[in-house]
């Protein structure tokens, strides 16, 4: 749909420092994610939710797979984004539609209708004790869009939503679906993680189609990304979640298939000019 193709056509890369990188002519500093945290004056959820956002970009891992933040790309998100607080006011979310809807100042019905009809995108998503998905909403996204078009806060609803109400349809995992995989490729250019990033939401029997190949699909597991920050560990908890992150609908899966073809000429490519499978 539009927000995926969007998404998938603007990302762009953000590149990881190599260890030892020089930044400004001086050897880079790196912290860890606790410290630099801190350094920002955010919380370690608010923190994840910025490097999710792009707002801070990780620099290269540790050998125990630790992210590790350069010093000077801490300063660089202070220098852009002010004070601690106004960071903080770009990554504050709230939870579940009744806060949601007093943030934009509707009821939680009317909040619902438009979550699920595609008007506001979750940012992430929670699974609560009854193993229902509570949705995460940017709070700064959510007054922008009450401000920017105040006529879908009253009044009746467009004909559009009413036949997507009527067929009892939810495009809130798609379309959050369709931001997250624009924020992973936004992180790396390489384009085998790049097809990585797109493999790890088809469903099994689709990635089996796309990519007959098992060494490649060996390479496109190694590479995928792991479950998003907040994504439960619980078992019972876990498998809800877990299905957030498969396309579903028919032509959802044909738009990631396709663009996962796509991706695989250009990774394809670059494994006959360096004679390896897999990252450069």
Not at 10 to 38: L, P
Request: aromatic share 6%; glycine share 12%; net charge positive.
């Amino acid at each position: 749909m539009k927000q995926m193709g969007t998404a998938l056509r603007d990302a762009v890369a953000d590149g990881a420092v190599a260890d030892g990188a020089r930044v400004g002519g001086a050897a880079d500093v790196w912290v860890g994610g606790v410290q630099a945290a801190g350094e920002l004056g955010l919380s370690r959820s608010e923190f994840a939710r910025a490097v999710q956002l792009g707002i801070v970009r990780a620099g290269p891992h540790t050998l125990a797979g630790a992210a590790r933040y350069a010093r000077a790309e801490l300063d660089r998100v202070r220098s852009v984004t002010g004070p601690p607080g106004a960071l903080r006011e770009r990554v504050e979310t709230v939870a579940g539609a009744e806060a949601a809807a007093e943030a934009v100042g509707v009821g939680p019905s009317r909040f619902t209708r438009l979550a699920r009809c595609g008007h506001v995108i979750p940012v992430g998503y929670r699974i609560n004790r009854y193993r229902a998905v509570v949705w995460l909403y940017l709070t700064a996204e959510l007054r922008s869009f009450a401000a920017r078009d105040p006529g879908m806060l009253r009044g009746t609803a467009p004909p559009a939503d009413r036949e997507l109400m009527e067929a009892k349809a939810d495009l809130r995992p798609r379309t959050w679906r369709g931001r997250h995989v624009g924020l992973l490729l936004r992180r790396t250019a390489d384009p085998w993680e790049r097809a990585a990033v797109l493999a790890s939401v088809l469903p099994e029997d689709e990635l089996l189609a796309a990519v007959p190949d098992p060494a490649e699909r060996i390479v496109l597991a190694a590479l995928g990304p792991p479950p998003p920050y907040g994504h439960p560990q619980a078992p019972a908890a876990a498998a809800v979640a877990s299905g957030l992150l498969k396309a579903g609908p028919p032509d959802e899966i044909h738009w990631y298939r396709t663009s996962l073809d796509f991706a695989l000429e250009g990774a394809r490519g670059q494994s006959k000019s360096t004679g390896e499978r897999g990252p450069t």
